[in-house]
C-alpha cells in the first residue's frame, strides 16, 4: 500500500517538473500568435508577428548569419574532433590523460571568462570582433562536445576490426575510411548535431565577439528584450526553440545518452 | 612525446591531433593566458596612452567592500539555485531511473533534457512573458482562485531563482540518473531481504552509490550560476547587479578591461577551487 502511494507521489513529481519545463515557452509560443501587443488576454489569434518577422530585415540578416556561423563551425569541430578522437583512440601514448583533461577548459569554464578572454586575446593581436572572432570561439566550445560523443561511440568499436583491416593488406587511409568510420558515423551525425546547437543557441561568447550591426540572432534578441519586449521577439523566439528542439531530437536517435536499456 | 611509437606512427597522430588542439590553444589557452596579463595592466595596451605593470587591478577588489560582496551575493546565489536543483532533480532522477522502464523510460528522460539543448536566452525571456505583472501566472491565477492575488514577480530575486532553476535543473536530472542507473538493482534487493527499510536503503545503498553523479550535477548548475549576467538583466532588473553583471559591464560599458580582467580572474579562481573541493568525489565517478 505504501508503495503504491510513493509510486504516484512520483509520477506527479515528475508531471510536475515536464510543466515547470514546458509551460512557460508553451505560454510564449502561444502569446507569439496572440493579436495584442502586450499580452493581453483574451486570447485572439492572429498571425501578425510572424508577418512583422518576415518584414523585418534586421532580424531576417541575424538569423541567417547564426545559421551560417553554425554551419561553419559544425563543419570544422566535426572534422578536428573526429580526427582527434581517432587518434585518442588508436594510439596509446604518454600524455594522452592530460590532452583529455584539457577539453574540460572549455565545458567547465563559465562564458563569461572564456567570452571575456577571448575578446581581450582578438583584440590584442589586431583581430578585434566580428564573425570570424565568433567562429574561432564557437568552434572552441562545440569541439570538446564533438569528441566527447565521438569517443563514446569508438569505445564500442572492436579495434581487432582495424587489425583484420589491415593484415588483409589495407593502408591506414583505407582502414579509416572502410571500416571506422562508417562503424563510428553515427557518433558523428550526433557529435555535428551537438556543435550545431552549442553554435545556433550560443549567446554569451557570441555576445562579446560580434560586432554591433553584425550581431548573431540571440544577441540580437538580448538587445532588444533590454529595449524592451515585443510580440516579434517572441515569434522569432519560438522558431529558434523549435529548431534547436528539432535539431536534438535528431541526435537523440543517433546517439543513446540515455544509456543503456 | 611519443617514444613509444613507430615514426611514421607518430606523424599520423600528430597529424590527426594537431588541429584540434592548435585550436583550443588559440581560443582557449592563449586567450586565458591573455587575460592574466591584462589583469595586470595599468590601462590597455593600444593606442598611444602610457601603461604599466601593476597589481591595482586586484587591490581594487580588496580596498573598497563592493566587488567582495557582489561576489559573496552571486555565490549565494549559486548555492541557492544549487541546492534547489539538487533537491527537485534528484527526486525526479530517482523515479526515471528505478521507477519506470522500457520505452516510456527513454521518452521521458528524453523530454526532460530536451529544452537543456535548446536556446538559454529564449527561455529566460518566455519567464519574464510568465511572471511579469499583469502577466500569464497573475491572471491565471486570478482566475482559478476566489480571491485576488497580486504576483508580480518580476524583477525580483525569486525569479531570479526561478529562470535559473529553470535553466539548470536538467543538468542534476541528467547526471544524477546516469548514476542511479548504474546501480545494479540486486543490491536494493539484497538490502530488502535482509529487513532494512525505504529510508535505509536509501541512505546506505543508494544515495552513496549515485552521489558521485549528483555532485557532478551539482557542479556543472553552481559554476555558470556563479558567473551569470543575463539572467540577472532580464529578470532582476534594478536588484539583478550581480558579480557577473559588473564583469559585463567593464567589457560593455566602462570599458575598464584591465580591472574586468582580474575580476573574471578572481572568479576563476573561484570556480578552481569549488572544482578542487568537489574533485575526491568525482574521482570516484570515473574509477
Known sequence: MNGRVLTIAGRIWLGAILVFLYAPILIMALMSFNASPFYQLPFEFSTRWYQALGANAEIREAALRSVLIALVTTTIATVLGTAASIALFRYEFPGKRALRILLFPPIAIPWLITGTAMLIFFFGIGMGRGTPAVIIGHVALALPYVIVVVSARLATFDATLEDAARALGAGPWMVTRRVTLPWIAPGIIAGALFAFAVSFDQFVVSYFLSEPGDATLPVLIYTAIRKGFTPEINAVSTIIIVVSMLVMLIAARYSKFGGER | ?287
Open chain 2, 1 to 287: 612525446m611519443s617514444a613509444a611509437l613507430a615514426p611514421r606512427d607518430r606523424l599520423r597522430l600528430l597529424g590527426l591531433l594537431t588541429p584540434a588542439y592548435l585550436w583550443l590553444t588559440v581560443a582557449i589557452f592563449l586567450p586565458l593566458s591573455a587575460m592574466l596579463f591584462f589583469s595586470l595592466l595599468s590601462d590597455v595596451p593600444f593606442g598611444d596612452a602610457p601603461w604599466h605593470v601593476t597589481a591595482d587591478n586586484y587591490l581594487a577588489f580588496f580596498q573598497t567592500t563592493t566587488y567582495a560582496k557582489l561576489l559573496w551575493k552571486s555565490i549565494k546565489l549559486g548555492l541557492m539555485v544549487t541546492l534547489a536543483c539538487v533537491l527537485v532533480g534528484y527526486p525526479c532522477a530517482y523515479v526515471l531511473a528505478k521507477t519506470i522502464r522500457g520505452r516510456a523510460r527513454e521518452a521521458l528522460f528524453l523530454l526532460v533534457i530536451l529544452p537543456f539543448w535548446s536556446n538559454s536566452l529564449v527561455r529566460i525571456f518566455s519567464w519574464a512573458i510568465v511572471l511579469r505583472g499583469n502577466g500569464v501566472l497573475e491572471v491565471g491565477l486570478n482566475a482559478i482562485l476566489p480571491f485576488e492575488v497580486d504576483v508580480n514577480l518580476m524583477f525580483s530575486t525569486p525569479a531570479i531563482v526561478i529562470g535559473l532553476v529553470h535553466s539548470y535543473l536538467p543538468y542534476v536530472i541528467l547526471t544524477s540518473y546516469l548514476a542511479l542507473q548504474a546501480i545494479d538493482d540486486s543490491l536494493i534487493d539484497a538490502g530488502r531481504s535482509m529487513g532494512a527499510g525505504k529510508l535505509t536503503i536509501l541512505r546506505r545503498i543508494v544515495l552513496p552509490l549515485s552521489l558521485p553523479g549528483l555532485v557532478a550535477g551539482a557542479v556543472l548548475v553552481f559554476v555558470p550560476v556563479v558567473g551569470s549576467f543575463m539572467e540577472p538583466r532580464i529578470l532582476g532588473g534594478r536588484v539583478g547587479t550581480y558579480y557577473g553583471t559588473v564583469i559585463e559591464d567593464q567589457f560593455v560599458a566602462v570599458f575598464n578591461w584591465p580591472l574586468g580582467a582580474a575580476l573574471s580572474f578572481i572568479l576563476l579562481a573561484v570556480v578552481l577551487l569549488i572544482l578542487a573541493v568537489a574533485s575526491p568525489v568525482l574521482r570516484r565517478a570515473q574509477a
